[in-house]
């Protein structure tokens, strides 16, 4: 963990692109995928165009696994460059993000679905997140953990490993658990503030940008027991997020600058004291949103 000022305060910013694949996807992949080549699992499909499917593709390949990644027609062929050199077999689903997991949940009837927002044991890898702050905070829980939030599995692995260690008697209390999401794709924000949904709109924080998320009501539950809660963000608000953190250091992608954005904007609102200890995960790398930067940037590649 980094400390880093940041909309008038200081934060500890948690580095997760540093992970083998460059996002955090790699704890909930590699749990996932050990257990089922120990339950003799030799081939897995996946449905994701970006991190997730790049994290199967690379504990599947180190594991001696096939990997089958379905992906929206639609998908940026530099987004599945790295699943395709771990020798994933990448296909083609025309339509939406939705009807890539509409079809991806057809295809489960002929090999095994090794979803990272259905397989329990993905949250058993994200988890461990929870455990690595505690540890490097000196065995104590932080204030508050802010964390992008599509599907949930940051949300809810924080949940679980800090709440082994509130059962465990090692912390004395739960940190208050945030999640950030973009206004134009925010089902789950919008759930918790008790707002109208409204139909998704394409967003720079495209690695959010889950429609229908099946976790939702279980990332509420998280929400109000933490006694955190959800930040909803302006497309401006996390494109000046991407590029100030980037300033300061942090190239990561506009998805996981959103956390950065929402502490920001926590503070602003009293929410959040600059006196609590407060993390913001970072989940993936800038060098994977590389045209995203060059369009905030206003240069051509």
Same mark, same amino acid.
């Given at each position: 963990?980094?400390?880093?000022?940041?909309?008038?305060?200081?934060?500890?910013?948690?580095?997760?692109?540093?992970?083998?694949?460059?996002?955090?996807?790699?704890?909930?992949?590699?749990?996932?995928?050990?257990?089922?080549?120990?339950?003799?699992?030799?081939?897995?499909?996946?449905?994701?165009?970006?991190?997730?499917?790049?994290?199967?593709?690379?504990?599947?390949?180190?594991?001696?696994?096939?990997?089958?990644?379905?992906?929206?027609?639609?998908?940026?062929?530099?987004?599945?460059?790295?699943?395709?050199?771990?020798?994933?077999?990448?296909?083609?689903?025309?339509?939406?993000?939705?009807?890539?997991?509409?079809?991806?949940?057809?295809?489960?009837?002929?090999?095994?679905?090794?979803?990272?927002?259905?397989?329990?044991?993905?949250?058993?890898?994200?988890?461990?997140?929870?455990?690595?702050?505690?540890?490097?905070?000196?065995?104590?829980?932080?204030?508050?953990?802010?964390?992008?939030?599509?599907?949930?599995?940051?949300?809810?692995?924080?949940?679980?490993?800090?709440?082994?260690?509130?059962?465990?008697?090692?912390?004395?209390?739960?940190?208050?658990?945030? !999640? @950030?999401?973009?206004?134009?794709? $925010?089902? =789950? #924000? %919008?759930?918790? &503030?008790? /707002?109208?949904?409204?139909?998704?709109?394409?967003?720079?924080?495209?690695?959010?940008?889950?429609?229908?998320?099946?976790?939702?009501?279980?990332?509420?539950?998280?929400?109000?027991?933490?006694?955190? !809660? @959800?930040?909803?963000?302006?497309? $401006?608000? =996390? #494109? %000046?997020?991407? &590029?100030? /953190?980037?300033?300061?250091?942090?190239?990561?992608?506009?998805?996981?600058?959103?956390?950065?954005?929402?502490?920001?904007?926590?503070?602003?609102?009293?929410?959040?004291?600059?006196?609590?200890?407060?993390?913001?995960?970072?989940?993936?790398?800038?060098?994977? #949103?590389?045209?995203?930067?060059?369009?905030?940037?206003?240069?051509?590649?």
């Amino acid at each position: 963990m980094v400390p880093c000022a940041f909309g008038g305060a200081t934060a500890l910013m948690k580095c997760e692109w540093f992970m083998p694949t460059g996002s955090f996807k790699d704890r909930g992949a590699s749990v996932m995928l050990s257990l089922l080549r120990a339950e003799g699992v030799t081939a897995v499909l996946e449905d994701s165009s970006g991190n997730g499917g790049a994290a199967i593709a690379a504990y599947a390949a180190a594991g001696g696994m096939q990997a089958r990644i379905m992906v929206p027609a639609s998908t940026s062929a530099a987004k599945t460059v790295q699943s395709r050199a771990s020798s994933a077999e990448i296909v083609l689903v025309p339509g939406s993000r939705q009807d890539c997991a509409d079809a991806a949940l057809r295809e489960a009837a002929n090999t095994f679905y090794a979803s990272h927002n259905w397989h329990p044991y993905f949250l058993q890898g994200t988890k461990t997140l929870a455990y690595e702050l505690w540890e490097d905070l000196g065995f104590k829980a932080p204030d508050n953990v802010i964390v992008p939030c599509g599907a949930g599995s940051n949300v809810l692995g924080c949940s679980i490993g800090f709440g082994e260690l509130l059962r465990a008697g090692q912390i004395d209390r739960m940190p208050r658990i945030f !999640g @950030a999401q973009p206004a134009n794709c $925010a089902p =789950i #924000a %919008r759930e918790f &503030l008790e /707002l109208d949904p409204i139909p998704a709109q394409p967003t720079i924080a495209e690695g959010t940008a889950i429609a229908e998320p099946l976790r939702l009501r279980e990332c509420i539950g998280v929400f109000r027991q933490s006694q955190g !809660g @959800a930040v909803m963000l302006a497309e $401006a608000e =996390i #494109a %000046r997020a991407t &590029l100030d /953190l980037a300033r300061r250091g942090f190239y990561v992608e506009p998805t996981c600058a959103q956390a950065a954005a929402a502490f920001a904007k926590l503070l602003a609102s009293g929410t959040i004291t600059p006196e609590e200890t407060t993390v913001v995960v970072l989940t993936g790398t800038g060098l994977k #949103a590389t045209p995203r930067f060059a369009e905030l940037l206003g240069v051509a590649i």
